[in-house]
């Protein structure tokens, strides 16, 4: 006699379907907002201005670049769980809530951006980390908490050169 947990439907790579089409859109709104990040990290960079350009300019890139990898990395995701990555502006827009930064030319101001913007991101992946593991996606699960890892590290250092407490 099959269990409980037996009898529930599972796809090819052995999760049950209702929860990770649960998990594809979370996935979907992570990637949206990513997308929004990412193009305000290329703001940031484009337009930074003052006596600490040149670092800045420099770590902008470096965080946009990640950014780009983690993009790539989470519609992958999607694709592997037997889902359509979002790939419209219109989309990306409609599932954002992270602060859309525009013509942000000051060091402080730009900082902060990225420190909220990655607050953001991180509700967002602890959510999906929390439903992923319940269901023993461990592909996901993997990603989150490596995702999770690498942003809090920024936050830490972002406060560090802003000489604000966490």
């Known amino acids: 006699m099959k269990t409980k947990e037996e009898n529930k439907a599972t796809n090819i790579l ?25 193009q305000n990290l290329r703001g940031l960079h484009w337009n930074i201005r003052g006596k600490r350009f040149f670092d800045l300019h420099v770590k902008f890139e470096e965080l946009y670049n990640d950014a780009q990898e983690k993009i790539d990395l989470v519609a992958e995701r999607i694709l592997t769980l037997g889902f359509t990555p979002l790939h419209t502006f219109d989309d990306y827009i409609k599932n954002n ?13 730009a900082v902060h951006l990225i ?13 999906i980390l929390d439903e992923s593991g319940n269901i023993g ?7 989150m908490s490596d995702f999770i890892t690498e942003q809090e590290k920024t936050i830490w250092m972002m406060k560090a050169w802003s000489e604000e407490e966490i």
């Open 14 to 38: 052995g999760l049950p379907v209702k929860e990770t089409e649960v998990i594809a859109a979370e996935l979907n709104i992570l990637l949206s907002n990513f997308q929004v990040y990412y």
């Open 97 to 109: 809530k992270i602060d859309v930064g525009r013509n942000i030319t000051k060091d402080t101001e």
């Open 115 to 127: 420190i909220s913007s990655l607050s953001s991101l991180l509700k967002i992946e602890r959510v």
């Open 137 to 143: 996606d461990e592909g996901t699960n993997s990603m």
